[in-house]
């Protein structure tokens, strides 16, 4: 059974950046099978695709977000992670993570982390 | 990016009503679709992947059509536990995108 679990810093000051971390169990990070998103919602608002990561760390970056975004895999610890620099108000959000198995996107999801961009 | 316009925004049905979603696409998305239930304070779940795939577990009142813009999503009958937003995705070209979710009420 794949399990997703967030974890990061809930409060962020404006300007700095945004860290949070998937762990990943149930299944091999490193599986050809899965793709590997976050996603985040603001708070009364619906959900925005912030990109996806593969094993072999080839990304994709939503085009609206990709100048501020870093995604990253640890194979060895099983997790994936998420860098979002230079964040605003704007940025504060539940942020999920989620998988992706074959060509369907977003079979498994985390439970959420609430991230507040505050000074 | 695709536009993903959903309707109603909200709804408000009874127990053992038919429900229905629609969500339509700006362009052709074959049958690249997916729909979400999300429950208050909870992550969303998959219930239905290509347009019409019930995912495994997923009671079978939930069901799905459509492909090329045009998609529906149905709850045959209404259970009171289905109070959730619910959100169309499509993954036929990137960016993914959601539409903008339709509160249900019961």
């Known amino acids: 059974q794949l399990q997703l679990q967030e974890s990061g810093s809930g409060l962020v000051k404006p300007s700095q950046t945004l860290s949070l971390t998937c762990a990943v169990s149930?299944?091999?990070?490193?599986?050809?099978?899965?793709?590997w998103s976050w996603i985040r919602q603001p708070p009364g608002k619906g959900l925005e695709w912030i990109g996806y990561?593969?094993?072999?760390?080839?990304?994709y970056y939503n085009p609206s977000l990709e100048s501020r975004v870093t995604m990253s895999v640890d194979r060895s610890k099983n997790h994936f992670s998420l860098k979002l620099k230079s964040v605003t108000a704007a940025d504060t959000a539940v942020y999920y993570c989620?998988?992706?198995?074959?060509?369907?996107?977003?079979?498994?999801w985390g439970q959420g982390t609430l991230v507040t961009v505050s000074s | 990016d695709i536009q993903m316009t959903q309707s109603p925004s909200s709804l408000s049905a009874s127990v053992g009503d038919r429900v229905t979603i629609t969500c339509q696409a700006s362009?052709?998305?074959?049958?690249?679709l997916n729909w979400y239930q999300q429950k208050p304070g909870k992550a969303p779940k998959l219930l239905i992947y290509?347009?019409?795939n019930l995912q495994t577990g997923v009671p079978s009142r939930f069901s799905g059509s459509g492909s090329g813009t045009d998609f529906t999503f149905t709850i045959s009958s209404l259970q009171p536990e289905d109070l959730a937003t619910y959100y169309c995705?499509?993954?036929?070209?990137?960016?993914?995108?959601f539409g903008q979710g339709t509160k249900l009420e019961i």
């Open positions: 989620a998988s992706g198995e074959t060509w369907i996107p977003f079979g498994s």
């Open positions: 149930g299944v091999s990070i490193s599986s050809d099978t899965y793709s």
């Open positions: 990561i593969y094993h072999t760390g080839s990304t």
């Open positions: 362009q052709d998305i074959s049958n690249y």
């Open positions: 290509d347009a019409s």
């Open positions: 995705l499509q993954y036929d070209n990137l960016p993914y995108t």
